[in-house]
Structures are given as C-alpha cells and as structure tokens.
C-alpha cells in the first residue's frame, strides 16, 4: 500500500527569504542610491563628513521630508498635489499677518492659520472628489491661486512683498521652542524639524502599515473603483490625505515663520516638485498603490546629501538641478527594476 502524498504546503504561509523579504520592500532603491551617494560625496568632499556638515544635511532633509511624508501618501493614494509648496507659505503669512494686524497673541495666528490650511487642503480633496477632475488640474488651479494671494494679500496688508517682524509680540518664543528650536551637542547642531520629521515618519509607518486607513490608502491607489466596491470610503480617504498634506504644510510654515520672524510671499513655488521628487526617489509609484513613508524619509536624506554634497566639494550650484534630475530618472528606473524582480519572486 502506497504512502499518502504530503499535504501541500500554501505557498502564502511558508518563510520568506531575507531577499525576497527586501525584494518586497518599496524603498530598496532608495537605500541603496542613498548609500552610494554617501560614499561618493564622502571621498569627493573633504568636510562632507565633519559633524556639523552631517547636521546640516539632516536640517536640510528634514525641511524636504515633512512635507515629503504626506506626499508620499498622497501618492500611494494615486493623487498629487501641486500646491503643496505655496500652502507652506500661505500658512506662515497667514499666521504673521494675522497676529501682527490684530496685536494678538502669535498663538492666535497660529491657530486661525491652521484652520485656513486645513481647509485648503478640504477644499482640494472635496473639488477633486466632486468634479472628477484630475488632481493635477485642482492642485495646479490651487497653486496659482495661491501665488496669487500670497503676494496680493501681504503687498495689500504691509504694502510690501514680506511680513512685518512680530519677534517681539506675546507667545513667540515659546511657539518659536515649538517650531524653530535646537539643540547644540559639541560641534552638533540639531533642529527640531529634525524631531518633526521622525515622528512624522513614524506615525505615517504606522497609519500605513498598522492600521485600516492604511489599507484604504493602498486600495484607493491601486483602484478607486474597485476599492469603493469592496466598502473603501474612497471619498474621505482622499479628503483625508489632502488634509493631511494640509496639515505638515502647517507645520513647515510655521517653521519658516519662527526661524525668520518674517515671511516672503513669493517663496514656496517650485518646492512642490522637491516632495514629489522625494517621494518618487524612495519609491512611491506615479501610478499610486505602492510605497512607503520610509522610502519618502530616504529621498529626502538624498536630498540634503545632494544639496549639501555639492557646495561642500566646491561644484557649481547650478549643476545641483542636473544631479536632481539624474537621480529621479535613475531612481525610477531603479524602483521598476525592484518591483519587478519583487513580483517576479
């Protein structure tokens, strides 16, 4: 009598190997391009691994990766947001002029700006979700509205192109210890958007990985309509994730704002294409349902190492944009080659 065949094993249960395991990982990519640029600007320029070079490289990425955590869930959720760079510096004039006209505590200003950030970023989810418009026709609309604002309320308010100083009104320096801190470690310099940045990071990790909204934001990515067959409130998924592009566009405003006392109204345009260039470079696709907040994280860091890399080796700054360019397109080429092999195994 012939001994019964083994039971087969599904192939979902059994271990994975640690490649397979990378394999799968949407910021591979960035991991690795991070580290190659490390090491080249490490022997290309001398002071790049000096202490307080370091920490101005993390300052730098940290600027780009607040906003870059929410981009980057935006577009796992299949959308982009091309206002996202003027929003900062909506938030900051809104807060200054607010406070200054008013001779109110900062605090106020800081609210009210929240408030009106927040409902910029309602307003481009609820528009984008009504008209069926493609997000980069509502965010490119939004985007020069914006602009526009920026520059026509602050000439109308202080009849120039920037803010009046309010470093001497009531609450500024504690929402200055807030949001434009640091602390000094010997030849270390560490900013508090440095901390902003991480516990971004990490809560967006978590919300993506741990939590049900996290698998809305991946199924309206990869579907809308297929998700909103499965029960995926695909409406509030969207508002929620342009609200919360809203609200670290808050935060980054609010930064500038403290760090500077004054705001210029012309500022922000452009960085909007730095967060999707991050966001890209760690592996989130232009096609949405797939990326990480972590990959975001590591373009950013590429970012500062770049920027930074470039004038600590004594280069022409105006190749920087070049070198941002290149990396985008190597970095896309890479993250397909990834995913491929990924799905491959």
């Not at 900051?92 to 929240?114: C, I, R």
């Not at 695909?234 to 500038?256: E, S």
């Not at 452009?270 to 096609?287: D, P």
Request: charged share 10%.
């Amino acid at each position: 009598m012939s001994a019964p065949a083994p039971a087969a094993v599904d192939e979902r249960l059994a271990p994975a190997s640690l490649l397979r395991t990378l394999l799968a990982r949407p910021e591979l990519g960035a991991v690795v391009g991070a580290a190659a640029v490390f090491v080249f600007f490490s022997f290309a320029a001398d002071s790049f691994l000096q202490p307080s070079s370091l920490s101005t490289i993390l300052y730098s990425a940290s600027t780009i990766g607040i906003m870059a955590v929410p981009v980057a869930l935006l577009m796992i959720g299949g959308e982009f947001d091309l206002s996202a760079g003027v929003m900062v510096t909506t938030s900051a004039l809104f807060s200054s002029m607010f406070s200054y006209q008013l001779t109110a505590n900062v605090w106020a200003g800081v609210g009210v700006s929240l408030l009106v950030t927040l409902a910029i970023g309602f307003f481009n989810g609820f528009m984008l979700t009504r008209t069926k418009l493609p997000s980069f026709i509502i965010t490119l609309g939004t985007f020069l509205m914006l602009t526009g604002l920026n520059l026509g309320f602050t000439k109308l308010i202080s009849g120039s192109v920037s803010t009046r100083s309010i470093a001497d009104m009531e609450g500024f320096s504690s929402a200055s210890a807030l949001f434009a801190s640091q602390w000094t470690f010997g030849p270390v310099t560490l900013k508090v958007t440095i901390l902003w940045w991480l516990v971004l990071v990490a809560v967006a990790t978590w919300v993506l990985l741990r939590t049900r909204a996290g698998n809305w934001i991946f199924a309206v990515g990869g579907g809308a309509d297929a998700a909103r067959a499965v029960g995926v409130p695909v409406v509030k998924t969207r508002i929620g994730l342009y609200m919360g592009v809203a609200l670290c566009a808050w935060i980054a405003g609010q930064h500038i704002l403290f760090s500077f006392d004054v705001v210029q109204s012309g500022e922000g345009v452009g960085n909007e294409f730095l967060y999707i260039i991050a966001a890209v470079i760690g592996g989130c696709l232009m096609t949405g349902g797939y990326g990480s907040a972590i990959g975001s994280a590591v373009g950013a860091f590429i970012f500062g190492m770049t920027s930074n890399g470039i004038v600590y080796a004594q280069w022409n700054p105006d190749w920087f944009k070049f070198f941002l360019g290149a990396m985008l397109l190597l970095a896309t080429l890479l993250n397909a080659w990834v995913r491929k092999r990924a799905e491959a195994k």
